[in-house]
């Protein structure tokens, strides 16, 4: 009878053991389901970075990925090679877009197509308000202004109001007096650079302005308006001899 009570204390401790150690490896395959269910959830596994991290880590890859060529002087990116290359002219000060009529170069070929309508004599932007037209589209919106009464550039020294910056910045060097394009060939120095290019002309005689009637040619847009006069004058005369006739 003692044999057969120490067996079956012996077989109760042991379905103890036993029910604990199968507790134990439940809770252990709750706890590994738990953590399966929360790598699956965020999208990670154990050692890996959290999703959020991740995700930034991704967005700014793909910022790199999208413009991939920077300009090793200035910082500035671009998202493809012609477009950086185009952007180094600025540092080298090249100029390949020459002008056929007066070899005047342009660093880029939009600007060179706009300044061959000053030959031309193109305007292909006009408004609307007064049917007024221009060579650029830049100096449509410019004109815009004049008809809204908007002058969003006040200069701060005299409170005077401008309807673009580069008219501001003109205006300033009336206050500054300064003279910063300076004629290589004879020193001479202006205000303005188009004033210095005006006078460049002197020097390699160049004439881009050309009457379209009689073939001659003038320094400024200016002298050939005031040519065309002479032609205007020729027709009226003639027209006053036939009627008089």
């Known amino acids: 009878m003692e044999i057969i009570k120490e067996e079956s204390e012996d077989m109760k ?3 103890t053991f036993r029910v604990k150690r199968e507790d134990t490896e439940e809770q252990t395959e709750l706890n590994e389901k738990e953590d399966n269910v929360q790598h699956e959830k965020y999208n990670f596994m ?3 970075k959290s999703f959020s991290s991740t995700q930034t880590e991704k967005t700014s890859q793909k910022r790199a990925q999208k413009t ?3 300009c090793k002087q200035c910082g500035n990116s671009f998202i493809n090679k012609p477009n950086l290359k185009n952007h180094m002219r600025i540092h080298t000060g090249e100029k390949p877009y020459k002008c056929s009529q007066c070899e005047k170069s342009f660093t880029y ?3 060179l197509n706009d300044h061959k309508r ?3 004599g193109e305007k292909p932007f006009t408004c609307k308000l007064c049917g007024k037209s221009f060579i650029r589209k830049s100096n449509l919106n410019n004109h815009m202004q004049i008809h809204t009464g908007e002058k969003p550039f006040t200069c701060q020294q005299c409170g005077k109001s401008f309807i673009s910056k580069s008219n501001l910045k003109y205006h300033m060097i009336s206050h500054t ?3 910063p394009y300076t004629c290589s060939q004879c020193g001479k120095s202006f205000k303005h650079k188009q004033h210095l290019d005006v006078h460049m002309r002197i020097h390699t005689g160049e004439k881009p302005f050309t009457c379209q009637q009689c073939g001659k040619s003038f320094t400024r847009t200016g ?5 065309m006069n002479i032609h205007t004058r020729e027709k009226l005369f003639t027209c006053d001899q036939s009627r008089d006739k």
């Not at 002298?223 to 040519?227: P, Q, V, Y």
């Open 13 to 15: 401790i042991e379905d």
């Open 177 to 179: 007096g300064e003279k």
């Open 46 to 48: 154990p050692g890996e």
């Open 118 to 120: 000053i030959h031309t």
């Open 68 to 70: 991939p060529f920077t």
């Open 223 to 227: 002298h050939l308006k005031k040519h």
């Open 109 to 111: 070929k939009q600007h």
